[in-house]
């Protein structure tokens, strides 16, 4: 792994057992990057490399990587998918919005849906939202009882550590945005016709309840950021220096893993093709 | 649509009720496509006009487009994903590969895991291989009793007819490669290492069985090439012309459909974001 990038992880990580402060994190961060356009040509180059990295993962068929993405409203998940992934293609990478869960889904644990979703062998699966959303607005809207969200926080580390003991390698991105940043993007969504489909009237609430939001956001952090599960609080409110952050760490996890072609159990000299 | 593409599907096409020989079809033809740099060129840009149409279709959420190809060993079903989706990105676009079915999906009937896998409302679903196996492998092995698999063709057609009006729409185009093609991409997967991986000894005997297979091929493009989910037969042996091919009917289908972005039951005064 390169220096920069190991500063990065240093940087961005929430050290686990340590608590976190999510004011002293600047959402306007621009870490190690200076100029965005050059920044941008960068991280478009990152993603090529991802993409021949994955192209690896899924020949060797082994292991999988598996990116969790966590935000408030207008903080960019869609976005990150875009900028980091798209140059990856839909062949390997499997993408999953965890929505207001359905009855059915409501009939099973919380956890149910989650591990369903999760990525084959030799594929990057993209969580947009996840199963951290049943201790965050779970817990600021009360829709289960205190005592059971407590409890999520172990089951979650360890339903997370049997994933990666099984070859699955984690990444949780939390995006971090600041609160007049989420408010200048709403109002794109209403100003922009071609993006009325994005605002959601009940965002508001969610906007309403920033600072309980935050609190839950930190506690999630100090709870559930584990050596086999990192979280990474990602500087959100520029997007190129979002994408280029989670770029970089992408793409050092996956040299980390260092997929390689398998050996076929055959010699190329024992076929002959008529 | 252009008439340039409408000349392409009505030469490709195979006309429902009509009968088709394979032989007649050659996979070498490069069609209207004469300069194959110049059509890489333009192939990515209708990869980039697919994108952007698929961004629409997302937005309107109610209708989807599923894409299903078939064709023997080797014949590029993974490549045509590339070729043509890969600037589509994850989001909003799903690929599933059939494979040998599992025990839980042979305690089913054959459709089941088909239709489990069908595409969201919103979005694209390509199908690497399909319920198409199940007139074809099945077929020339025997795995299912013949009468039970003469039943299929309009069992399959009365499915896609419900998929069809209830809001997908539907493409499903055969790669047409010729044999000795397929003798030097099988020849290719065991020279480059890089490609050992993609060998599988089995497929040799599917080789063997060339004509059988051809023969189930006819059969099926005779029986399920229906106005509502017609087959095109694409020739597969160069690439470059296989994905100008796809990228045009692909294009020209989501025009067709023309998504459009959804009117909110709100208007953008109702709101003032704090």
């Known amino acids: 792994m390169a220096d920069q990038t190991r500063a ?18 600047d959402p306007r961060d621009t870490l190690i990057f200076e100029d965005e356009e050059l920044t941008k040509a960068a991280t478009a180059q990152l993603a090529q490399e991802i993409d021949a990295l994955q192209d690896r993962l899924y020949a060797e068929g082994q292991r999988a990587l598996l990116v969790i993405l966590q935000g408030m409203d207008t903080s960019g998940k869609d976005g990150t ?32 849906r989650v591990h369903e979703a999760c990525p084959k062998r030799g594929t990057i699966g993209i969580f947009n939202r996840s199963h951290y959303e049943d201790v965050l607005v779970a817990k600021v809207h009360g829709l289960a009882p205190k005592k059971a969200i407590e409890q999520r926080y172990e089951q979650i580390n360890a339903f997370e550590k049997m ?13 971090h945005i600041s609160k007049e940043e989420q408010r200048e993007r709403l109002q794109e969504r209403l100003d922009n016709p071609k993006k009325h489909w994005k605002f959601n009237p ?12 935050q609190d839950a956001y930190e506690t999630m952090l ?16 520029r997007k190129w220096v979002r994408n280029a952050a989670i770029a970089h760490i992408v793409k050092a996890t996956l040299e980390d893993m260092n997929p390689h072609y398998p050996q076929p159990p055959w010699k190329p000299s024992d076929f002959k093709i008529e």
């Open 8 to 25: 990065f992880l240093e940087k961005l990580q929430v050290k686990p057992g340590k608590s976190i402060k999510l004011k002293e994190r």
């Open 81 to 112: 998918i875009r900028g980091v992934f798209n140059s990856t293609g839909p062949i390997g990478v499997s993408v999953t919005a965890f929505r207001r869960p359905t009855e059915n889904e409501l009939a099973h644990d919380y956890l149910w």
């Open 163 to 175: 994933l990666s003991e099984n070859g699955t390698v984690i990444l949780k991105f939390m995006l």
């Open 202 to 213: 009940g965002d508001l609430d969610d906007r309403k309840n920033w600072g309980d939001f």
């Open 222 to 237: 100090d709870n559930c950021s584990t050596t086999w599960a990192p979280w990474y609080v990602i500087p959100g409110d």
